[in-house]
């Protein structure tokens, strides 16, 4: 029999595809940990693999790889798709797939499966990962290429003996250290939102919080005065946030195949770290670096979301966004109350606001009342000319 990896989830769609694929392969099942799960989960997913038919099961911990490749830079450019959702689920499954396709090639497999449907972005994100870097391995796509129901996929794995709860899981929940995404019946619909009970997270903290969060060139890098790496930072943060459960909302987008989609999410950690970020930004970076960071972040998120991780401009944006960040050092003050939060504000040896040059709209320090009407004067020549060529009404 020959070698397929599958990208193995746990979820419905894997299961199915791992039962199917074992009839005619020697199936290595491959879970990428993007944060989110602990041991006893990786533990679970491992035993019901093996309950599925695969040959093997192994578990990647792509969580600093995650963080160091993607998560960063998403960070660094204050990305949120449509100013709303911080890409939590996109930015993973692109780790995941370098991470099964490295792992295929390293056992020589020759095909590998996952299980998206033919409706949904991550068909596309898988795929060009896949053929990009391993042209030669095969793609298999039982759900895709079969046009399966949920229900039919059950029904098929109570045929084969397995009997598992899936009826039950009303809500697809999607856990990864940059969010949840949580989609469900209300999600297929423009009017109904999520309810209470379908977050993981519930509000179990009343009243408020003060955090300190610390940045070094970017990164964050301590939560209250405790050091630690950034996506361990991410993580206490979001133990903090989750209780007030802050970070929900809906996001609407076009998907990569045309059409209009609808995910609920809760990104507690992800979101506030991105607006304590750029806070920090606006004290301690020029109006240019602010302005030209904001289209290129822009379009960073975009082909993120698109697939498009591997084209070198990937590369090339990274680099700026990174070269941005050499003075983005500093603490930010925020207060944590139930399903918000606010940012108090921030304290940098690179903050911009340097009293010695001035306060805005109050008082000045290094010019004079001519030197701003000479500046006022001259900023104003071009649109003077043009009116007085063109005599435009207003």
Not at 290 to 302: N, P, R, T, V, W
Not at 349 to 372: C, I, Q, R
Request: hydrophobic share 35%.
């Amino acid at each position: 029999m020959k070698k397929l990896v599958i990208a193995y989830s746990g979820g419905l769609d894997t299961s199915y595809c791992a039962v199917k694929l074992s009839k005619k392969y020697k199936v290595h099942a491959v879970t990428v940990n993007t944060g989110g799960f602990t041991a006893d989960d990786i533990k679970n997913i491992e035993s019901n693999a093996y309950k599925m038919g695969v040959t093997t099961y192994k578990c990647i911990d792509a969580v600093s790889s995650f963080y160091e490749k993607v998560v960063k830079y998403l960070v660094y450019g204050n990305v949120l798709k449509n100013n709303t959702y911080p890409l939590s689920v996109s930015a993973e499954r692109i780790i995941q797939a370098i991470e099964i396709i490295e792992y295929a090639k390293s056992i020589n497999a020759e095909f590998i499966a996952h299980g998206s449907t033919g409706a949904g972005n991550d068909q596309v994100r898988f795929d060009m990962i896949f053929q990009t870097l391993a042209p030669h391995i095969g793609i298999i796509t039982p759900i895709r290429d079969e046009k399966l129901t949920r229900q039919e996929e059950i029904d098929y794995l109570k045929s084969e003996g397995i009997n598992m709860p899936w009826e039950k899981a009303k809500y697809s929940v999607n856990k990864g250290l940059w969010g949840t995404s949580v989609g469900g019946e209300e999600t297929l619909t423009s009017t109904m939102p999520l309810p209470e009970s379908a977050y993981p997270s519930q509000l179990v903290k009343e009243g408020y919080q003060k955090v300190v969060l610390t940045f070094n060139k970017g990164n964050l890098v301590a939560v209250n005065g405790k050091i630690d790496d950034p996506e361990k930072c991410i993580e206490l943060l979001n133990s903090f946030a989750t209780k007030y459960a802050i970070g929900r909302d809906i996001h609407v987008g076009d998907t990569i195949v045309g059409i209009k989609g609808r995910v609920g999410f809760e990104a507690a950690a992800a979101l506030i770290t991105i607006k304590a970020h750029h806070l920090l930004e606006k004290h301690t970076l020029t109006k240019w670096q602010l302005q030209h960071k904001e289209y290129l972040a822009s379009f960073y998120g975009m082909h993120l979301h698109e697939g498009q991780y591997l084209d070198p401009v990937m590369r090339n944006i990274e680099a700026f966004l990174e070269s941005s960040q050499k003075n983005v050092s500093g603490s930010v003050f925020v207060t944590l109350r139930p399903y918000h939060f606010t940012l108090d504000g921030v304290s940098s040896p690179h903050d911009l606001m340097n009293a010695k040059f001035g306060s805005y709209g109050e008082e000045n320090k290094v010019w004079t009342a001519d030197d701003a009407k000479g500046f006022i004067k001259i900023l104003g020549n071009q649109n003077k000319i043009y009116q007085q060529v063109n005599n435009d009404e207003l």
